[in-house]
């Protein structure tokens, strides 16, 4: 009889939001490594600019302020409603 397979924990989901709609504890990742949202989301420049800042996974003493136009849609890994219920 054949071992069975150990249980595999399922990556959070990844969603493509608008910035305004990033949440902290949200993580994205691009050419320089994955970064976890660590403070709310504010706009400048009439609305055009939202701004975010962020801290490595790996580093977290290493924070960058990020921008993007306010309509463009970024792609994060965000924990599911139910997950954070538990």
């Given at each position: 009889m054949a071992n069975p397979?150990?249980?595999?924990?399922p990556e959070p989901p990844t969603a493509r939001v608008l910035p305004m709609q990033l949440q902290p504890g949200d993580r994205l990742a691009d050419e320089t490594g994955e970064w976890?949202?660590?403070s709310r989301p504010f706009m400048s420049s009439g609305g055009k600019i939202t701004s975010v800042r962020v801290k490595r996974v790996n580093?977290?003493?290493l924070?960058?302020?990020r921008?993007?136009?306010a309509h463009e849609r970024i792609s994060v890994k965000r924990a599911s409603a139910e997950?954070?219920?538990?």
């Open positions: 397979r150990p249980e595999k924990k976890e949202v660590a580093q977290p003493h924070t960058e302020i921008l993007w136009s997950e954070g219920k538990q």
